[in-house]
Structure formats: C-alpha cells, structure tokens
C-alpha cells in the first residue's frame, strides 16, 4: 500500500514537469561585502517560502520560480538585510549580485510560537527564546533530544527513575508534565507519550528549537500550563540529498543516522532513519544495578512538501514512527525475566506512530490554513512485579485564519476539535477507555501603533468532565529604538492530570499510591517581563536579555512523598503554588573573529503554601545556568565548540533523611562538554560533497551524584525507592562521530 501510495505521488509531481519548465525562471547572484564573498547568507523570496543558502563562494541559485514579480530578501549574521525587486522571465535566468554592509544588528529568526504565524523574533510580541540545532549539540554528541534541551536558557531536564532513566522537562522549575512539547506546532505529544515518547526526537530531524515560558493555552490549549517547547523540524528545501552520522561512545552505545531529501519539480521531501542500540552493563556507583539503561531504539522520520503553481507551498505531511526497548536493574535480568519476584529489573516496550498534515487552500493568500494529527501511543511495562500496559490516541483538527484589516492591525481565528482515547491495566480505566472529546475556539489580535505593538488573544474549550474552560492572554511589545525591546506578557492555563502516564514515582519503587479525594484540574495565572538590549562593540554587538517571570498555581497536584515514606499520596493542594524568579542572558557574535559564545543564568523559587506552611518545592533547583561557545579555525578547518550547565541546590524529599540519612538538600554542581569538529570538505563546495569528523568529551570532570536509590540491596522489600535523583548518574564519556553530506 505505502509503494503503492509513493508512486502515485511521483506519478503527480511528474505530471506538473512540463508545465514548470515552461513557466518559470531562475534567480542566481553572487553575495558579497567590501569585495569577500559572504558564505551562508538566506536569500528569499518569503512569499513563495522559496530560496537559497549561499555556498562558499558566496553564489546563490533559485530555481523554478515562476514568472511574475517579487521581493527577494538577503540576510546574513552582522549584515543588514536587503530587499530587492526582481522580475522574473520563463526561461530565464535573472542575475542578481548583493553587495551588503556590516550592521550592529543579529539576523533576526524566523519564529511561529509566539502569535502562531512567521513572524521575526524582535517583531514578536511574545517573547521566544530560538535555540538552532547546531547550538544544542555544540558540546556533546546525542540522537536524542533529551540530553540536548538543558543547553537552553530556563530549561531543565530532571531524571524520574534511576533504574529505567525516564526523565521530563521542567521550565523555570515547573514539573515536566506542565509543558506543552509540539512538532511543529502540532499539540500531539499526550500524558503518556511525556514519560518515554521525547526520547524517540533525533536532532537529526530538527531545524530549531523555539521556547515560551508561561501560560500559553490561549493558542496550544489547555495543557500549556507552565510554557510550551516546539521543536520545528527541517524544511525539506533546505536539506542535502543524502546524509549520513555515525558515531559511537565509550559506554558502548552506537547509533547510525542516514537521511534522504527527494526533489521533483513540485515536490520536495526528507526521509530520516535512526537506529540506536546500548547494551552495556556499567556501575560505577556499586549499588549493583546498571547506571545505564539497555537500549535499542528505531526512529523513522518522513516529510514532504508539495508546491502550487506558483510554488508555494500548498500541503505538508509528516510522519513518524518510534519503537523502543530499554531495560534497566540488576546484571542478571534481561526481557525474558519480565515481571519476576526473584530479579528485579524494568522492562518497558514503548511503540509510538505520528501523522501530522497542513493545507493551504490556493487563491487564499495562505490566510486559511486547515491542519491535522493522528497519533498513537503504546506502552507495555514491568516495574519489578507490577505491569503497567498502556495505549494512548490522539486525533486533532485545526483550522485558522489570518485577516489583516488595514496596515496596522492582524486578525487570527481558529477553531480546534480533540479526542483523547486512553486505556490501561490499572484501576483508573476500570470502567473502560477513557475517551474525550475537547472541542474549542480561539481568537487573538495584534495591532502595531508606533513603537508599540499590543496583543490580546482568548481561548473557549469545552471539557466534558469540567464544562467551559476559558484561557486568556494579553501582551505588550515596546521598541523606542532597534537596540532596545520591552515586552510584558499576562496569561492562564489549565491543565486536566493522569496521575499514571505523568509521574513514573506512582510506577517504580515499592511505594502504594493513595488518592485522598476526586482530582480537580490545575489552573495558572502567570505574568512575564523582559528586557533586550544590544550594545554595540563596533561589528560585534552584545545582546543582554532580562527576563522576570511569576505564575500562580491553583488546584496544584503534587506528589506527596514526605507523609509516610510507605505511600505516594496524591491530593488538590488546599493552598497554592508559586514560581517566581528572573533570569539574565548574554549573547555576542564576533564577525571579525570566529567566536560566539552565550551565557545566562537564571535565579528562581519555587514553593507551595498550605495552612500557612510554606515549603521550597521537591527537585525544583534553586538556579540554573547555561553556558556556551564555539570557535572556528578557519586555516584547519576546525571547530571547538563548548557546552556548561550549572545547577543550583534542590530539596530532596523529607523522608529521605529521616529514613535513610540522606541530605536534605542537594549540592551545587556543574557539568562541562566539549567537541571538536573537523571538515575535511565542504557540501557546498564544487563537487557537493561534505565530510567532518568530530569527537567529543562530555561530563570531563566525572561528577557524578552516586546512586539513586534506596534500600538497593532489597528492591522487593517495602523500603526501595529509585527517586533520590538530582545529578548524572553517569561521569565522563567519550564520543566519536562522522558525518557526510551530497548535495
């Protein structure tokens, strides 16, 4: 069926070949400044979503743009950007050579979080952090998106389970589960897909990481609670015909990328494979169980774009499929000892599938868009002696629509429709499968007076269980001068919890999870400012970023571990929940040295207040920091690329030190990789061919926190408990990679 449905595909685009060839032209041109050529500058045409970047020698080419007239736009980091009229002839090629001058300003990123249309990060009302897929691996080597997302600013992951190595993304301190993850804008990652389902995201796949720190349910739904993480993946126009990444490490985990990015006249497509396998017995902390989980792990990748007439872009598809094995505990258990009483270990089977579609109706101007998701989720587990099966069903429809009225204001409505299917072993579907239908609609406008922008948006969604639920925001942006940005952001969110497809503690270990009453959902009002300045060093402009940030729980859900250390109680906090803190970022190209770096820290408190007691919230660090760089050898062909990651103080369940003297409290620490990548040749260059090699050194000075766990040496008995997390398990690894391109 699926060759079937391929070469019905091709059969299409082939079909619209001659008619291509006979309506459209070519762009091509060379990019220079003061006489160099300037290599990796964007040249567009942003009407069509078409263009090119820049090879080497600073030449550009943009084939098959049809005959008319258009805006082409260059850009390139510490240059100012350039538009020009161009026309184009049918079977013709237009020459077009840029001369561009240095600017004080960065490129401004192209983001679609914020407002949910392309828009620039600096024009964007909501403030976006953007961090570029190279940024993420500049210091380690990982196919999994998991071990990369620390390296933003605000962003940390916190580790679940010792023995399984599940782990989630907390921002600003807030628990994973209140994080909305989407691909490419798609709210498609459910409760269960939030335990193991982020493991299955290669970096390979992704273009840029865009991130939102509060409430943004107004847009994204109902579950955005504490912010949103959407992982925008490559443009099939942009990608190399094939590539291909291997590397291997000193803990014996290899893994293999290969990816291919058909072209036809009106199609354009990228197909990525990943395959991952550990199986590697490794303790150095001497608890006698395994400081890494056994994997082996299939992740495939597809995406396609078919283009207009005009070849603009008309459908996108994109689909995924992930299947998992990891297995975790004492040497002796493999798969086959699942569930066994005599040697502890867990075992869990996640298969998980992901259809994702976007149209643009032709003759609309792209002011309609209608989008679509199918997903589909299984997870079959042994914690020890407990199975846990479970399957999860997602089926989402989106259609929105962008009018602007007049020159200064934009007008966007929508309207989605969500079923949720979910099942398990457990007593929470013991009437049958939970299903849920979430219908809602959304409105938002934005008007641009002056140096101001203002942005007010609303969201209705209708829960069977809880009725009408509304999500409001507001939203200010300030610019008195290109160097200077003020926003100031106020929102809610809402959020319905599964207490077993969310928190792993309720899974592992030998505690017996108690529900004293009927959960209600958790609701936030949040408030957020920030501060961008740049300050100009010559060509070399610094950008300072000041950002405060404070949101306010209610009906707050927090696992209780400190009541009886037999139990996991789970209630409604009869009082509230707060984060609140600010965070400082800097950021500096030098473009007359070959030198980025970045660096931030973020400060915050995180606490819950019941009957007047107010207590610092269990493994939400005190502080944060991030810290980056790069630096190129031209005359080698060298980079060095450097990644740190401080951690700030947590406090650590109370039972832990009363039980089993464990501190209260864990130490400051911090961790530092480093890369080196070097590129023997150059995709871009006259034969298309690219190569590199690179190796790198993570965690290069071994601190590790210990083990994990309580009471190891009895993990059936009553006291055994694998969540005494707060640092790497695993010290210093080495890496080594290669990785070719064709063009």
Request: charged share 20%; net charge negative.
């Amino acid at each position: 069926m699926k060759k079937v449905a391929l070469t019905l595909a091709i059969l299409f685009c082939y079909s619209f070949t001659a008619l291509a060839q006979n309506s459209t032209g070519t762009i091509a041109g060379k990019v220079t400044s003061e006489g160099e050529p300037i290599a990796g500058a964007n040249v567009g045409i942003l009407e069509l979503q078409k263009g090119s970047p820049t090879d080497i020698h600073g030449e550009y080419e943009i084939k098959n743009v049809p005959a008319g007239k258009y805006e082409l736009q260059i850009s390139a980091v510490g240059f100012d950007k350039i538009v020009r009229q161009v026309t184009v002839e049918s079977g013709q090629t237009r020459t077009i050579d840029i001369k561009m001058k240095a600017s004080l300003l960065e490129l401004d990123q192209m983001v679609v979080t914020g407002t949910m249309r392309k828009t620039y990060v600096k024009e964007s009302p909501v403030k976006v952090n953007v961090v570029k897929a190279e940024q993420l691996q500049q210091g380690k080597t990982s196919s999994n998106i998991m071990d990369l997302i620390s390296s933003v600013n605000g962003l940390s992951t916190q580790l679940n389970c010792g023995v399984c190595g599940t782990n989630a993304i907390r921002i600003n301190g807030v628990e994973g589960p209140n994080t909305a993850v989407l691909i490419d804008g798609m709210p498609i990652m459910g409760a269960l897909a939030s335990v193991y389902g982020l493991n299955g995201i290669s970096p390979s796949i992704i273009d840029q990481v865009e991130v939102i720190k509060g409430p943004q349910s107004t847009l994204y739904g109902t579950q955005a609670l504490g912010g949103v993480v959407n992982i925008i993946t490559k443009n099939p126009a942009l990608t190399p015909t094939l590539s291909a990444d291997v590397y291997a490490k000193s803990t014996e985990e290899g893994n293999i990328n290969v990816a291919y990015s058909p072209k036809f006249d009106r199609f354009e497509g990228f197909i990525s494979g990943n395959i991952l396998r550990l199986e590697n017995y490794f303790d150095e902390n001497g608890d006698n169980f395994n400081d890494l989980v056994k994997q082996s792990r299939i992740s495939l990748f597809g995406k396609g774009t078919f283009l207009g007439k005009n070849m603009e872009q008309r459908l996108n598809f994109a689909t995924k499929f992930y299947t998992e094995n990891r297995t975790g505990g004492l040497e002796q258990f493999s798969d086959n000892l699942r569930g066994s009483d005599q040697i502890y270990g867990e075992s869990i089977y996640t298969n998980r599938f992901e259809l994702m579609t976007e149209y643009r109706p032709a003759g609309l101007n792209e002011q309609l868009r209608i989008s679509g998701a199918v997903t589909y989720h299984n997870q079959d587990s042994y914690y020890g002696t407990d199975w846990y099966d479970a399957q999860q069903g997602i089926v989402f429809g989106q259609a929105t629509w962008d009018q602007p009225i007049g020159d200064n204001f934009q007008l966007l409505a929508g309207t989605t429709l969500r079923y949720e299917t979910y099942n398990d072993n457990t007593p929470a579907t013991s009437e049958g499968t939970d299903r849920r239908w979430i219908p809602g609609i959304f409105s938002q406008g934005e008007l641009k007076a002056g140096d101001f922008t203002f942005l007010g948006g609303l969201r209705v969604d209708h829960h069977s269980e809880h009725g009408y639920v509304t999500a409001p925001r507001l939203s200010t942006k300030f610019s008195p001068t290109d160097m200077t940005t003020f926003r100031i952001s106020a929102g809610t969110g809402f959020r319905v919890v599964n207490v077993f497809t969310e928190d792993h503690a309720a899974l592992t270990g030998s505690r017996e999870v108690v529900f004293n009453e009927d959960l209600e959902p958790e609701e936030s009002k949040s408030i957020t400012a920030s501060l961008e300045q740049i300050i100009p060093f010559g060509t070399n402009p610094m950008t300072v970023s000041l950002d405060g940030f404070y949101t306010h729980f209610s009906n707050k859900i927090i696992p209780d571990y400190d009541q009886d250390p037999n139990l996991i109680v789970y209630e409604n906090l009869d009082g509230f929940s707060v984060t609140r803190g600010f965070s400082v970022g800097l950021e500096q190209n030098f473009t007359s040295l070959p030198i980025t770096y970045n660096a931030s820290v973020t400060i915050m408190d995180v606490y819950t207040e019941e009957n007047g007691q107010q207590q610092a919230l269990a493994y939400a660090p005190e502080y944060t920091g991030v810290f980056g760089a790069t630096y190129d050898i031209h005359s080698l062909d060298l980079s060095l690329g450097y990644n740190g990651n401080l951690m700030g103080p947590k406090r650590m369940p109370d039972n832990y030190a009363e039980e089993f003297g464990r501190s209260p409290k864990s130490p400051a620490y911090s961790t530092h990789d480093l890369k080196i990548t070097k590129e023997f040749t150059n995709v871009n260059s006259e034969n298309g061919v690219g190569f590199e090699a690179y190796l790198s050194a993570e965690n290069i000075f071994n601190y590790t926190q210990g083990s994990p766990l309580v009471d190891a040496g009895n993990p059936f008995g009553p006291n055994f408990d694998t969540i005494y997390t707060w640092g790497p398990i695993i010290g210093r690894t080495f890496s080594i990679g290669a990785r070719l391109n064709l063009r």
